[in-house]
């Protein structure tokens, strides 16, 4: 468990990471302290995503450490990260509220704390999600249910986080 008061730190040391027999991410080392925003930019199959997906879990690198300093020391740092991938994971057919009861229980959540937070945040009577051009209105965006989350993982990683601001 983390201490009260302690200052979270991601930090990511000599990493390097392979994706189907290629070297994606070489020798890559960095640290984002509490407040700070880390921003990677690069052209298509830099390893943007690849980096976000190996900070959650998905992808174990090849070499290097990947730690989250006075967090829960028992607990993986995957457990400890939300990622709010390309393909938003909202059910259509379901409403906000539905939706993030469901994404809550999924991750461990209380279904208690996440209607205060839907509560909290406005969306709590928004409609099922309508397809369309953006495929699904503002309130039921994957940035607006992450917020809602009660699974206590202390780092959102959107991988077009300005995209879900506009």
């Keep these: 468990m983390s201490s009260p008061g302690a200052r979270l730190e991601l930090v990511v040391d000599d ?8 070297t994606v991410i070489s020798g890559l080392s960095f640290v984002v302290k509490a407040g700070e925003v880390l921003v990677l930019t690069g052209h298509n199959g830099a390893g943007k995503t690849t980096l976000l997906r190996t900070l959650a879990g998905f992808i174990a690198p090849v070499r290097g450490s990947l730690s989250l300093t ?9 457990e400890q990260l939300h990622y709010v991938g390309h393909a938003n994971g909202i059910r259509s057919s379901l409403t906000v509220a539905e939706n993030a009861r469901f994404w809550a229980s999924f991750l461990g959540g209380s279904s208690t704390e996440t209607d205060a937070a839907l509560e909290r945040f406005g969306i709590d009577t928004c409609p099922p999600a309508k397809s369309g051009a953006s495929g699904s209105p ?4 994957p940035s607006a249910l992450s917020g809602c989350s009660t699974s206590r993982r202390p780092h959102s990683m959107p991988p077009r986080p300005r995209s879900s601001l506009a």
Excluded: K, Q
Excluded at 15 to 22: F, Y
Excluded at 138 to 141: F, T, Y
């Design 138 to 141: 503002a309130c039921c965006s």
């Design 15 to 22: 990493l390097t990471v392979e994706r189907g027999g290629r």
């Design 70 to 78: 006075g967090s829960d020391a028992d607990r993986a740092l995957g």
